[in-house]
């Protein structure tokens, strides 16, 4: 089954500044890589995806970059906002979603 | 829309009740997720139903039944709680398996 591994685990950065969280998958068939983000007491939402046939992706100030060669994505936020704090969550779909272990992100004021 | 609602909110345990989470959801998707949630490791894949009448094991089964009762609804059943199970469950639901999942506000169980 796929394998998904995600860093940092924590980060912390000074508002306005970047923040970029990678991920890597084991699986070449999963061809389907979303961004959850979760606030506390709430359930996952979905903020940003991708598919293998594409390899960026941008929604305003968050994009999505896809490395299907080295299996590997990465999320990027600039211009970081306070409301930007929060657990992220990268998933890689081959049969079912799995979820790398989270990155807790603190936006400092 | 209500979305993905899951009942009750919260719940405490004696070890080796029973209990059952319910999960429902209105955007008429064909699929349907248990996860639990817990401290550093993430989501974790506990059952899955690809379409009405069907269900499958995930990551973590054990300790744990589901059901299909309709399309709207998928519920978790633990048959004899244990301290493990403590944890933060939440269901999902995508119109299909390569499309966004949907996540309801989660269960926060507690066994004793």
């Known amino acids: 089954g796929e394998n998904v591994e995600q860093h940092p685990s924590t980060l912390s950065v000074q508002e306005g500044d970047s923040a970029v969280i990678k991920c890597t998958y084991s699986?070449?068939?999963?061809?389907?890589f979303p961004w959850y983000k979760q606030e506390l007491g709430k359930g996952p939402q979905l903020i940003i995806d991708i598919r293998s046939n594409v390899g960026e992706k941008k929604d305003q100030r968050i994009a999505v970059t896809l490395n299907k060669t080295a299996k590997h994505f990465s999320l990027h936020i600039t211009e970081t906002q306070p409301e930007d704090s929060a657990v992220y969550f990268c998933a890689a779909i081959d049969y079912k979603l799995s979820f790398g272990a989270g990155t807790t992100v603190t936006v400092r004021a | 829309n209500a979305g993905v609602t899951q009942t009750p909110k919260f719940q405490v345990l004696k070890t080796g009740q029973s209990m059952t989470l319910q999960c429902a959801q209105d955007?008429?998707?064909?699929?349907m997720y248990w996860y639990r949630q817990d401290p550093g490791m993430g989501l974790r894949l506990i059952y899955y139903s690809a379409s009405e009448g069907t269900t499958d094991k995930g990551e973590v089964p054990n300790g744990y039944n589901v059901s299909r009762l309709n399309k709207r609804e998928f519920s978790l059943r633990l048959e004899s709680a244990a301290p493990s199970q403590t944890s933060v469950y939440f269901c999902?639901?995508?119109?299909?398996?390569?499309?966004?999942?949907?996540f309801g506000p989660g269960t926060r169980l507690t066994v004793l």
């Open positions: 999902a639901s995508t119109e299909d398996r390569g499309d966004e999942q949907f």
């Open positions: 699986d070449s068939a999963s061809n389907y």
């Open positions: 955007m008429n998707h064909n699929s």
